[in-house]
């Protein structure tokens, strides 16, 4: 199997922590690495893999292709179910997707427009708008609050154990960072970006 990724991008090092967590050795795959400035995403070639043009993308031998991160991930939750990271019941899958997408609507979502917007990193490819960048920065700032609050009891997002939404929200929160969004004086989310950071998938 190949992976097509991009070392400094959100969605592939979700994939890449789901991947260690799941105790799969990257070493196991081909991978690409696409420099996504360049435009190497936005090739006829790698469009053929993913129409939508995004990273990452999962190849099988025969040439079929998954895109999608959280695809990628139910793929790999499938064939190595444990430890369970999308959940082991009908309701604690329920529970960690209604997270997950939490987690991917309100906050990885604002933050990649807050770096989109304001650094205008892929002008060449869409219309920069630096307002709507600095409202989504303020909006992930809300969810920083919001997060603060719930992990005030919680040691992590969705579940008793280490789930995708701590991953889709450990990877938005650091990325944050490039565009200066920070935790701040959020005692429970530090505390709960302490303990997700020291697991060794982080390093991913
Ligand atoms: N919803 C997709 C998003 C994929 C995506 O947009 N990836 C970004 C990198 S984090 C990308 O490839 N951006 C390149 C571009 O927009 O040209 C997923 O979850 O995998």
Redesign the pocket.
């Known amino acids: 199997m190949k992976l097509y990724e991009?070392r400094q991008?959100?969605?592939?090092?979700?994939?890449r922590i789901f991947l260690v967590e799941k105790g799969i050795n990257l070493k196991d795959f081909e991978i690409e690495q696409?420099d996504?400035g360049a435009?190497d995403?936005?090739s006829e070639t790698f469009k053929t893999k993913n129409p939508?043009?995004?990273?990452?993308v999962l190849e099988f031998d025969d040439g079929r292709c998954l895109?999608?991160?959280?695809?990628?991930c139910r793929y790999f939750e499938l064939t190595h179910p444990e430890p369970p990271l999308m959940g082991d019941t009908a309701e604690a899958q329920a529970t960690i997707e209604m997270w997950n997408r939490r987690m991917?609507l309100h906050l990885l979502l604002p933050v990649?427009m807050a770096f989109?917007h304001t650094t205008g990193h892929?002008a060449d490819?869409?219309s920069v708008f630096p307002d709507y960048g600095a409202d989504r920065a303020g909006a992930a700032i809300k969810i920083f609050d919001f997060l603060d609050r719930h992990l005030a009891d919680r040691r992590y997002i969705a579940d008793e154990n280490y789930t995708v939404a701590d991953i889709t929200a450990l990877v938005a929160i650091d990325?944050a960072r490039v565009v200066d969004i920070r935790i701040g004086d959020r005692p429970h989310l530090a505390a709960w970006h302490e303990r997700v950071s020291t697991r060794p998938s982080a390093g991913a």
């Open positions: 991009t991008a959100p969605n592939p090092r979700r994939l696409l996504l435009g995403n936005l939508m043009c995004g990273v990452p895109s999608e991160s959280i695809a990628i991917e990649a989109r892929f490819r869409e990325f």
